[in-house]
């Protein structure tokens, strides 16, 4: 158990839906990142937070939003959903968002949009 | 952008077999850092190694940065080594990684 929590576990939806996914970082880390896996694309590095603040941006599409909260859960917001959505998304946390730490994962959201 | 090559894309191995995983990348990074995703989706961060040596256990990894490779080495493979092994790299001056698309490694008991 890495200690990174994501919720929900499994979310099917429908094309043009808009999903929230959850992540809770370890205790006492401050940075959250988010990648997405699917089977076209493999894992790509979607966004950055470190204590409330972005601080890096990939290859997120304009339709997704993520936000880090004041307790430093952070919450990815994909909106317009398309088929290509699908995926598994992981967040992942570190102690203070450097390269040098090492990223612990959460379990991932699988999501099937239909 | 830069450009992540692994090599192989598959490998099956007999317990007990050593085995070296590569990773090209095509410019300056200031950041390459190893994972393996287990059969089960759980990923792991491995190594942060954007140059030198490191070893943690069985595994041991080398990244030549003015040769833009890094290998990974794993030696008396386990069953429990099986999964896909990704590198990732994120350019000189930034945090955003490009992956890899990985090596599925299998080993047999």
């Known amino acids: 158990d890495s200690g990174v929590t994501q919720t929900p576990k499994h979310l099917i939806t429908a094309t043009g839906q808009r999903v929230t996914l959850r992540c809770s970082p370890r205790s006492g880390d401050l940075s959250v990142y988010w990648y997405q896996q699917s089977l076209d694309q493999g894992l790509q590095f979607l966004i950055q937070?470190?204590?409330?603040?972005?601080?890096a941006k990939g290859n997120i599409l304009e339709r997704f939003s993520a936000q880090q909260f004041p307790d430093l859960h952070s919450e990815l917001n994909l909106s317009s959903l398309e088929l290509g959505d699908s995926a598994l998304y992981f967040c992942?946390?570190?102690?203070?968002?450097?390269?040098?730490?090492?990223?612990?994962f959460g379990p991932g959201t699988r999501l099937t949009v239909l | 952008g830069i450009q992540v090559e692994q090599s192989p894309p598959d490998l099956i191995l007999q317990e007990g077999a050593n085995s070296t995983l590569r990773c090209n990348f095509s410019d300056s990074v200031n950041n390459l850092q190893w994972f393996h995703q287990n059969p089960w989706g759980q990923l792991i961060n491995l190594f942060y190694?954007?140059?030198g040596t490191k070893q943690n256990g069985r595994l041991s990894a080398t990244t030549v940065a003015t040769e833009r490779y890094s290998l990974l080495y794993i030696s008396s493979s386990q069953t429990t080594d099986s999964g896909v092994y990704f590198c990732a790299v994120a350019a000189s001056g930034t945090y955003k990684y490009i992956f890899g698309t990985g090596t599925r490694l299998k080993v047999l008991a």
């Open positions: 937070y470190y204590n409330g603040e972005e601080r």
């Open positions: 992942a946390s570190t102690i203070l968002g450097q390269l040098t730490d090492t990223q612990y």
């Open positions: 190694i954007p140059s």
